[in-house]
């Protein structure tokens, strides 16, 4: 066992019960962050032997996550049992489903890996090699057959049982895909494990798996046990992407066996329409490999298309042996669920760029047709999936047969990215809608996501969902602030409010029927607002009657009028601020400059006199202190002379907010003190005029003066 950690070493209180109730975990010995992999005890058959359990956990940060991976989790699980019919496959036991994700319950197997035997800078025989690659094919091609893959072949996952042959262990089909809705949803996941890396051709690190990437994997420990160099030491070519390992086996052996080459270069093609379809395809090519010798030299050629790498030929004289490489069954055409989960990697993965100059996507979507991709419905498995196989056996050529038309590749990539392209670009719109709580928004962009994409309609469908689910909590709360508002009589925003409501929320029923009446009684409001600009108009107080008009709302019958009157009344607006202006400045001719300033601060403001307004208002007040002063000083005079009701009379003048002002009221307060301490020398003076104690500097300019106009 690797990675093995231990259950003092990491407490999981979900554990403390045994799974599914039969289960008691004794071991934890793999963990990452979506799934772990349990050692334990079956507690009904106690006599039995521990078994594995593969947890894969549920994922909250996807909506309806398991709805979605259900029904091709169970069907991944349906494919082990029928796999664990063979003896180098383990067994499954069960498979059950609880809170915490889904379960996968299979037989343990005791032995040591591969990754043991294969020990570095000592380089295997090719006789050891070919029964190697003898023992993984057979099991796998019985795999490749029916439709299935292995997913994860490493030395880690070959496991040497007691009756010394190799088990094929960790079958990564469901790990693959959770990683699939992880990465459509954007969510990242534990990077590749070290052990892994070099086994797993450019599409499966992509995330589009398939026969030919089993392939791969095993041509690569191939070509690690023939070399005793681990497969990150070989270097790329990059004009052919070929993996040259060739360099560190004619080192480690000098006595080539040229046969056994030609497989293993085929099978770590990096381009997997060069590669072997399938296991079955692999066996062949070793069963010619033994038929002629170890020895002898075996030219390896891909049917109806030149090979790309170098033909391997000893000298002219060597008969070669040509191994044909047509699969001897296309196990995507005969199997339902793996047209399925490779339509379903395509569809997560639209941009996947694989090998030279050739593109992933665009090739499985060419063998499989466009029509196809549309005629898919996820929520019905067998029946449309039967009908997509039989029309892709009888009108389809093989993506693994290399068999797909350029221009075809490229017609079909083109539609499927601009479709593809808008359809995420318009998700992402409604996914941040739905965040900042743009309910109706979020929907609209929803259901404006018109594409024959039967994976971005799921999603559409779901964020849909999800947006009414949280809209249906803020309707309720809109439609009490819409009543508040309609209460205090702002139809406007209350109707403002009723349209966040969306429609398909208890209270967008409501909502609907409010609509109706707010507007009624908005129109209602309008006219009253009319007719209120009217009578401030008649009084000469244009700015109050702005005020009505600007609060008449668009769509209303009274809004026309109001827009109409409101460029007649700004401009009699205008008239009355110059002749307020000019009354202004004939009092201040008078040095009636509290007059003044009081007829100037109640222009009104944004007028074409602000500018003059602003200038007169310093002017004007500079005079009212100067004037203020004046009469201070005349005060004192009148004081001095024994004229005290003169000075009072004076001082009284003096208005507030001016710097007279203080000085003012403390000599009134002097004067009124000596006078009631010697009355006789006090002679009263008749004052008739009324004193406004005011501070020009403090009016709003609100209200205007009703000056009638000329």
Not at 479 to 495: E, I
Not at 589 to 607: D, G, H, R, V, Y
Request: charged residues 20%.
């Amino acid at each position: 066992m690797s990675n093995v950690v231990s259950s003092a070493a990491a407490h999981y209180p979900e554990l403390n019960q045994p799974l599914d109730g039969r289960y008691q975990v004794n071991e934890i010995l793999a963990a990452r962050l979506w799934g772990r992999t349990y050692l334990a005890q079956d507690l009904r058959r106690p006599s039995q032997t521990e078994c594995i359990i593969h947890q894969f956990k549920q994922i909250p940060e996807i909506p309806n996550y398991a709805e979605l991976v259900r029904s091709l989790f169970v069907k991944e699980a349906a494919c082990l049992e029928e796999f664990g019919v063979h003896d180098q496959i383990p067994q499954l036991l069960a498979y059950f489903e609880d809170n915490e994700g889904f379960y996968v319950v299979q037989e343990f197997i005791e032995g040591r890996s591969l990754s043991q035997e294969l020990i570095p800078a000592v380089p295997w025989g090719d006789a050891q090699v070919i029964a190697l690659l003898r023992e993984v094919l057979e099991p796998l091609a019985f795999i490749h057959q029916q439709g299935g893959l292995h997913g994860n072949i490493k030395p880690d996952n070959l496991l040497r049982g007691q009756m010394g042959r190799l088990i094929l262990i960790d079958f990564g089909n469901m790990s693959q895909i959770q990683q699939e809705c992880m990465m459509a949803y954007g969510l990242e996941d534990n990077p590749t494990q070290g052990s892994e890396q070099g086994y797993q051709p450019v599409e499966q690190l992509q995330g589009l798996p398939c026969a030919a990437s089993d392939i791969y994997a095993i041509g690569m420990i191939a070509a690690q046990a023939l070399t005793g160099k681990h497969p990150t030491q070989f270097q790329i070519d990059p004009q052919s992407g070929a993996v040259l390992w060739l360099p560190h086996y004619e080192e480690a052996i000098p006595m080539l066996n040229r046969g056994l080459i030609g497989v293993v270069n085929r099978m770590v093609q990096w381009d997997l329409s060069r590669r072997f379809g399938s296991a079955g395809e692999a066996l062949q090519a070793l069963k010619a490999v033994d038929q002629n010798g170890l020895r002898s030299p075996v030219e390896i050629r891909p049917s109806g298309k030149s090979s790309t790498f170098p033909t391997i030929v000893t000298d002219a004289q060597t008969v070669t042996t040509v191994i044909n490489s047509d699969p001897v069954a296309n196990p995507v055409t005969d199997q339902p669920f793996f047209l399925t989960r490779l339509l379903m990697s395509a569809i997560a993965h639209p941009s996947v760029r694989i090998g030279i100059g050739g593109a992933a996507l665009t090739a499985i979507a060419a063998a499989i047709g466009w029509s196809l991709l549309h005629s898919v419905d996820w929520s019905q498995s067998n029946p449309i999936l039967g009908k997509v196989s039989k029309k892709l056996q009888k009108k389809q050529p093989s993506v693994q047969a290399g068999l797909v038309k350029p221009e075809r590749i490229q017609t079909v990539s083109g539609t499927w990215l601009q479709d593809w392209t808008h359809a995420t670009k318009t998700f992402q719109q409604a996914e941040q809608a739905l965040n900042k709580g743009n309910w109706s928004e979020a929907r609209q962009l929803t259901q404006s996501m018109s594409t024959n994409i039967p994976y971005w309609k799921d999603r559409g469908n779901a964020l849909e969902k999800q947006v009414i689910a949280k809209a249906e909590v803020d309707s309720k709360n809109l439609l009490q602030t819409a009543y508040d508002r309609a209460q205090n009589r702002d139809f406007t925003m209350a109707l403002t409010t009723l349209k966040q409501i969306v429609p398909e929320t208890t209270a967008g029923a409501i909502s609907q029927t409010k609509v109706d009446e707010y507007t009624a009684k908005q129109a209602i409001k309008a006219q009253a607002d009319l007719q209120k600009a009217y009578d401030h108009a008649i009084l000469r107080d244009f700015t109050q009657a702005l005020i009505y008009l600007g609060q008449i709302p668009q769509g209303t019958p009274a809004y026309a009028i109001a827009q109409k009157k409101g460029v007649e009344y700004s401009r009699k607006a205008q008239i009355r601020a110059r002749l307020m202006l000019k009354a202004a400045a004939d009092y201040a001719q008078q040095q009636n400059f509290i007059a003044a300033l009081t007829t100037l601060e109640k222009i009104p403001s944004s007028s074409l006199v602000d500018e003059v307004v602003e200038q007169k208002l310093t002017e004007y007040t500079a005079k009212l202190n100067q004037q203020a002063a004046q009469w201070l000083q005349q005060a004192n005079a009148e004081a001095a002379t024994g004229q005290k009701a003169t000075a009072i009379a004076v001082l009284q003048k003096v208005p507030m907010g001016t710097p007279a002002y203080a000085q003012a009221r403390e000599q009134l307060a002097a004067i009124s003190s000596a006078s009631a301490s010697n009355p006789r020398n006090f002679h009263p003076v008749a004052f008739t005029r009324v004193v406004q104690d005011l501070n020009p500097g403090t009016y709003l300019r609100e209200t205007a003066p009703r000056i009638a106009l000329q």
